[in-house]
């Protein structure tokens, strides 16, 4: 609020922390709201009233009455047909496309090849989804936010690096706000894996956190107080980066982790060994399940190198738990177990997670941080749940 008054930011922040019972509670009554927050039944009413008229709330039935009786308190949650967010993960082969209800339900997920497109390709793809999404509509304000998860370095929600995708002068901030006027958001891939542990998982419970993203390159997202941590540039958690001590360590080689852990260097290593070339992910999990034993040779590589940087992690940011978002791991669950095994034995003691559904979790963090800002609860805690 610009200029507001002291009694218009009391009365924005109790209408606020009204909205934040009902979206954390689901089902809730205003007495319940009223007790919760220690405000009085006429206050909470009115506030009620408000966001009711807005049409985010939704009547679900009648509670229990209390032992004196009287009448049935109503029930009240989040209307999810209040409106929508689109979310996009623009990976380096895949542009997964995500759409949620206000309250962070799923509605639409689709994974579209996207490998040798540049980005204004892709971009007409994005068009092609948002206008099927209006075509679709069902909802009482519609598209109410756009966000992009970008594998690559995000300051002030503007690119400051993208290794995988030319950007070539695309700024999807302006094109899409000025198009539709509405909030579009940016955000790193492994900032978002966090940020989904935080508001939909495991996480929501815990103060400080770390997920650990090893896709095409690898990243972290770090969440220290409940809060995400970008460092000054948006650079914190760029692990990918940092240097390895090979056997000469005076070589002056700069030679880096994402050099031995990313799902890249797997492939190099097993397509210069095998003389194959344009290898996938689904290639070396079908290779490994044929026993091919070059694959498994460069797997137990892996897990080896990945468990020392997750040490190195884990003793530097001490969070409560450690959270591994890779497809590949998730693919071959054996190679978690080699993991935890290695990092037990280098005397770690922080539990590590495995992310399941790994291709949604940063479309749900995207999700989660559009959904705060068209609230304009950017500082409220929401509690979101995933429907299976």
Same mark, same amino acid.
């Given at each position: 609020m610009v200029n507001a008054t002291g009694r218009e930011l009391f009365?924005?922040?109790?209408?606020?922390?009204?909205?934040?019972?009902?979206?954390?509670?689901?089902?809730?009554?205003?007495? @319940?709201?009223?007790? +919760?927050?220690?405000?009085?039944?006429?206050?909470?009413?009115? &506030?009620? =009233? /408000?966001?009711?008229?807005? $049409?985010i709330l939704k009547e679900v039935g009648s509670g229990e009455s209390t032992s004196a009786g009287g009448r049935k308190p109503v029930l009240v949650k989040i209307n999810e047909r209040y409106g929508y967010t689109?979310?996009?993960?623009?990976?380096?082969?895949?542009?997964?496309?995500?759409?949620?209800?206000?309250?962070?339900?799923?509605?639409?997920?689709?994974?579209?090849?996207?490998?040798?497109?540049?980005?204004?390709?892709?971009?007409?793809?994005?068009?092609?989804?948002?206008?099927?999404?209006?075509?679709?509509?069902?909802?009482?304000?519609?598209?109410?936010g756009i966000g992009f998860s970008i594998h690559g370095i995000v300051q002030d929600n503007q690119i400051l690096?993208?290794?995988?995708?030319?950007?070539?002068?695309? @700024?999807?901030?302006? +094109?899409?706000?000025?198009?539709?006027?509405?909030?579009?958001? &940016?955000? =790193? /891939?492994?900032?978002?894996? $966090?940020?989904?542990?935080?508001?939909?998982?495991?996480g929501r419970d815990k103060d400080n956190i770390v997920a650990i993203s090893i896709h095409k390159g690898i990243g972290a997202g770090i969440v220290l107080n409940k809060?995400?941590?970008?460092?000054?540039?948006?650079?914190?958690?760029?692990?990918?980066?940092?240097?390895?001590?090979?056997?000469?360590?005076?070589?002056?080689?700069?030679?880096?982790?994402?050099?031995?852990?990313?799902?890249?260097?797997?492939?190099?290593?097993?397509?210069a060994q095998t003389k194959r070339q344009h290898l996938t992910r689904e290639d070396l999990v079908k290779m490994n399940q044929a026993g091919d034993q070059i694959v498994q040779k460069e797997l137990v590589h892996f897990t080896y190198a990945i468990s020392r940087v997750i040490y190195n992690v884990a003793i530097s940011f001490a969070p409560e738990e450690l959270y591994i978002n890779s497809p590949l791991i998730e693919a071959i669950p054996s190679l978690f177990d080699d993991v935890v095994a290695n990092t037990q034995k280098l005397g770690m003691k922080i539990p590590i997670r495995?992310?399941?559904?790994?291709?949604?979790?940063?479309?749900?963090?995207?999700?989660?941080?559009?959904?705060?800002?068209?609230?304009n609860m950017d500082d409220y805690d929401l509690a979101f749940e995933l429907k299976e």
């Open positions: 009365h924005k922040q109790n209408l606020d922390l009204v909205l934040q019972q009902i979206f954390n509670n689901k089902n809730i009554s205003r007495i @319940d709201i009223s007790r +919760r927050l220690n405000l009085n039944k006429s206050t909470v009413s009115a &506030l009620y =009233n /408000e966001l009711d008229e807005k $049409g689109m979310n996009f993960d623009l990976g380096f082969r895949h542009l997964h496309v995500m759409g949620n209800y206000v309250n962070g339900e799923v509605f639409y997920y689709q994974r579209i090849e996207v490998g040798g497109r540049n980005i204004h390709q892709i971009v007409d793809i994005i068009d092609q989804q948002l206008a099927a999404s209006f075509q679709n509509d069902q909802t009482k304000h519609g598209l109410l690096n993208s290794p995988f995708i030319d950007m070539d002068g695309v @700024d999807l901030v302006d +094109r899409y706000s000025t198009k539709f006027d509405i909030p579009v958001i &940016l955000e =790193n /891939e492994a900032n978002l894996s $966090g940020i989904y542990e935080r508001d939909f998982n495991d809060q995400l941590y970008r460092g000054f540039n948006g650079e914190a958690g760029e692990i990918g980066r940092s240097l390895m001590f090979t056997e000469n360590f005076t070589d002056n080689k700069n030679d880096k982790v994402e050099d031995f852990c990313s799902e890249d260097a797997i492939i190099d290593q097993v397509e495995l992310i399941v559904h790994s291709g949604y979790a940063t479309l749900l963090g995207c999700c989660s941080l559009v959904t705060h800002r068209v609230l």
